[in-house]
């Protein structure tokens, strides 16, 4: 048997061994740098990241990412209030009066695949400024997402495993066999049906032709919505590759999973309440000699094995540095000495993470003239 949970970024599926008390967005708020009691400094716990990174004893890294990479970039959240799910208006949705008063029972029910199988208006009409604000760039990658890119820049990242569906990740240039969208991703564009490929700009432009604006924001879009039709079996259902409540997530998550978690020699997880199986599993599956370290407003995962009590032991394999991602991520760079690397996309960043990479480089340039 399995159970699926819906989260602000997508869906997950959950077997009945590894099913959730509750699921948590994991938003990592702008904090200072603390630590719980008993855990090593977060100054100490840093530098021996930065250090196992530089020296290149760590160099088969898996990241695991949740909603706290992507708060920066001022994605909405949708489970939260004012969010999509609770000012969801079904009456404006093109959908029978059957399907409009179960959305209106479960917001929810907008995502479930039983929905898109037989209607696919009500998911293309709420996702409809999702997906073109995705292929307008209307949110950037941020600082966390970079940090990523330049450990595969650097060939020091093994995989990336995000829960998030914003397709940010592939603004940076990451390489796609790198990254592993647990719940898919709205940069990906398949068909539910016969889960052949379609080109991203060229659906976004049926999407952007064919159906109709709920929100009222677009004045250049179609009164009411057609179908947008999969070029291979010509059946309604073609769409972003995300997975919907109810579905299975990718094969690949599965595979890629046991195989690179077993080789990393250090896993991040930043950004995630790890509250939700499967994509949890990493923490416990990279070997006994892998350092874990946890980038999170939190501590968490702790009943997975995760043990941040021990003092400033120097041999310990698990790390908390408590904070905001971005801030944190951005110290690391830092100390890695990639401030140059990060000033050269500067432009390419969120305004808020703009002003972050700004002071950092004013403090790098206060420490050089004292």
Known sequence: MTHTVLFPYGTQV?????????AVHAACEPVSITCGPGAMSSNRAMERVATLIKSGNAHSIVVLTGAGVSTG????????????????KPELITASSSQRRAMKGNPQYVVEKSLFFANQFPYMEVRRPFVLGTQQQQWKATISHWFIRFLDEDKLLTTLFTQNIDGLDY?????????INVHGSLAVIKCEGCNADADFEAFCDQVQTNVKDIY???????KESTNILCQSCGKPLVKPN??????????????????????????????????????NSLVYKVSDKATRVLINRERVGEELGLDFDGGEQEGRRDLFLGGNCDETFLQLMSLLEWLPRLEAVRDQLPEGNQQLLDAALQKAEHMRSV
Request: with cysteine.
């Open 242 to 279: 995300t997975v919907l409540f109810g579905g299975s997530l990718p094969e690949e998550f599965f595979a890629r999973s046991e195989s690179d978690a077993a080789a990393a020699d250090l896993l991040i997880v930043a950004g995630t309440s790890l509250q939700v199986s499967p994509a």
């Open 14 to 22: 959950l077997h009945d061994h590894c099913k959730p008390a509750h």
């Open 73 to 88: 970039a001022g994605i909405p959240d949708f489970r939260s209030p004012g969010g999509m799910y609770a000012t969801l």
């Open 216 to 222: 009222g924001v677009d004045p250049t879009a179609p």
């Open 171 to 179: 603004q940076t240039g990451l390489t796609r066999s790198k990254a």
